[in-house]
């Protein structure tokens, strides 16, 4: 399995931005997909954006995030990074960085491996 360590929340105001990070440990981590999710208070844990296993690789993002937020990665370096731009109140969550194994998936449960989270906090 990998192990995941998220960074880079914060609270902001809306229309700003924030660049989430993800270390992973771990000598497979290349081969793995790599995922976000988030959970609002009240709610279920809903996917964001992943990324396959190579660099050049297919993304996929939910609509909700499509055009604004943007996942890339740096096998080099163990990290996955989340690019949230133009944020929006309803972006407020704890962001999760996860691991799979599939191809692209969008199910948590495809995602045996998480992180602790990150708190985004987005004020009107």
């Known amino acids: 399995q990998v192990q995941l360590v998220e960074s880079g929340g914060g609270l902001v105001q809306a229309g700003d931005s924030l660049r989430l990070s993800c270390a992973a440990s771990g000598r497979t981590f290349s081969s793995y997909t790599m995922g976000w999710f988030r959970q609002a208070p009240g709610k279920e844990r809903e996917f964001v954006a992943a990324?396959?296993?190579?660099?050049?690789?297919?993304?996929d993002y939910a609509d909700s995030v499509k055009g604004r937020f943007t996942i890339s990665r740096d096998n080099a370096n163990n990290a996955v990074y989340l690019q949230l731009n133009s944020l929006k109140p309803e972006d407020t969550a704890v962001y999760y960085c996860?691991?799979?194994?599939?191809?692209?998936?969008?199910?948590?449960?495809?995602?045996?491996?998480w992180g602790q989270g990150t708190q985004v906090t987005v004020s009107s």
């Open positions: 996860a691991a799979s194994p599939l191809v692209v998936p969008r199910d948590p449960k495809a995602f045996p491996s």
């Open positions: 990324i396959a296993w190579r660099i050049g690789g297919g993304t």
